[in-house]
Nanobody, 119 residues
Framework: QVQLSESGGRLVQAGGSLRLSCAVSGGTFTNYHMAWFRQAPGKEREFVAATNWSGSITRYRDSVKGRFTISRDNTENTAYLQMNTLKPEDTAVYYC????????????WGQGTQVTVSS
């Protein structure tokens, strides 16, 4: 059973940076494309970023392009989301996902980590 565990979420001031981590266990890490989703209070869950099994392909939602970077370390079975120039509208629970399809890499979900950006 594949398990995902996120960490790194906390309260940060607008303009600051955070790096979220997602440790994956119970499967072969390189079998999975990885992604991050988020859900703000009262809003639907939305896609944030994704990367393929090797990290050579990435894609982002428009609102985070140029500020967020998704990456992965296949030797550590860990995916990351580097978030810079954070804005209050980035406040959400961030979820790490893994999947066999790059277009929908969300077969497995973590429990989420809270990111709060104060103005």
């Amino acid at each position: 059973q594949v398990q995902l565990s996120e960490s790194g979420g906390r309260l940060v001031q607008a303009g600051g940076s955070l790096r979220l981590s997602c440790a994956v266990s119970g499967g072969t890490f390189t079998n999975y494309h990885m992604a991050w989703f988020r859900q703000a209070p009262g809003k639907e869950r939305e896609f944030v970023a994704a990367t393929n099994w090797s990290g050579s392909i990435t894609r982002y939602r428009d609102s985070v392009k140029g500020r967020f970077t998704i990456s992965r370390d296949n030797t550590e079975n860990t995916a990351y989301l580097q978030m810079n120039t954070l804005k209050p509208e980035d406040t959400a629970v961030y979820y790490c996902t893994a999947g066999s399809s790059l277009s929908r890499p969300n077969d497995y979900w973590g429990q989420g980590t809270q990111v709060t950006v104060s103005s």
